[in-house]
């Protein structure tokens, strides 16, 4: 379910966090993807809100950026279900988990919530570097997780997608909230 986000210009509103686009899975499709966004702010903010339509599967929660690339992503993550904890790295990948292990994942009866960070999303000299954190309860059997990625591309991010990688639907209860983060003076 692609999204556009035509040029939208910073409004005349005070405060560091600014709205770009919410949105809701359709219960058809997998994911979401966010494209055409503005390069006006200094980082992107991404909450999202739901499950996963096939309970108890272990089902990470990727995100690609700009299309495909060959590979540029390097992240690490930590996570823990309350009895015991892991952590594992890659080097190599096209695309990056939200939420570790992803085991006993967060159902649409049982939320989770993922939030990532898109720090200098727009600078074309650097490298992008991107924090997530998840809290999935699953009743009582789920998790906690923090990933930390480096995209090693000079691009802006102009567009995501956020999807599962079981390839199922994403609930009508799965909601995602993009924002942008201004900076001072902006």
């Known amino acids: 379910m692609p999204i556009s986000l035509a040029s939208t210009s910073a409004s005349s509103m005070h405060g560091a966090v600014v709205p770009i686009a ?7 499709s997998n994911g979401v993807t966010f494209s055409n966004i503005p390069q006006i702010y200094q980082d ?3 909450v999202v809100t739901g499950g996963n339509s096939n309970s108890g599967a272990d089902n990470p929660i990727l995100v ?48 989770g919530t993922y939030i990532a960070h898109f720090f200098n999303y727009a600078n074309t000299s650097t490298y992008k570097t991107i924090l997530c954190r998840s809290a999935e309860d699953a009743n009582g059997s789920g998790q906690t997780a923090l990933t930390i990625g480096l995209l090693r591309s000079t691009s802006a991010i102009v567009g995501f997608n956020v999807s599962q990688s079981s390839g199922n639907s994403t609930p009508t209860t799965t909601t995602f909230a993009l924002y942008g983060v201004r900076t001072v003076g902006q």
């Open 44 to 46: 992107l903010y991404l």
């Open 22 to 28: 919410y949105i809701t899975g359709n219960g058809s």
């Open 64 to 111: 690609t950026f700009n299309g495909t690339y060959p590979n540029p992503l390097g992240w690490t993550y930590m996570s823990s279900n309350g009895s015991s904890a892991s952590s594992s790295r890659t080097t190599s990948s096209d695309r990056i988990v939200f939420n570790g292990t992803a085991t006993n994942i967060a159902t649409s009866s049982n939320p």
